[in-house]
Nanobody
């Protein structure tokens, strides 16, 4: 498994931006897909975005397409989620996750991921 630590969450006004970071350690190399998910209290965790091992393929939930951008910097074992034009409905705890398989395509299926971070809170005020 991979140890994942998210950072960058906070409070922002609607229309603002935040960049989340997810630092990975423990599993050698960066040859696995990474994903971001979010969860609101009382609701199931939902997919936000995912990126393949090389950073050449990305996949987004319809609700964030055009506003959020996922990227990765393998030399730093870090994945980012740039969030622009934030809306109050984006308020949630955001989690990053690492795919259990090497060289897999990005996926929205949470059971494909076997390592999860502790989460970072994002709050968007109206």
């Amino acid at each position: 498994q991979v140890q994942l630590v998210e950072s960058g969450g906070g409070l922002v006004q609607a229309g603002g931006s935040l960049r989340l970071s997810c630092a990975a350690s423990g599993r050698t190399g960066s040859s696995y897909a990474m994903g971001w998910f979010r969860q609101v209290p009382g609701k199931e965790r939902s997919f936000v975005a995912a990126i393949n091992w090389s950073g050449g393929m990305m996949f987004y939930a319809d609700s964030v397409k055009g506003r959020f951008t996922i990227s990765r910097e393998n030399a730093k074992n870090t994945v980012y989620l740039q969030m622009n034009s934030l809306k109050p409905e984006d308020t949630a705890v955001y989690y990053c996750a690492a795919d259990r398989k090497y060289y897999s395509d990005p996926t929205s299926l949470d059971y494909a991921y076997d390592s999860w971070g502790q989460g970072t809170q994002v709050t968007v005020s109206s």
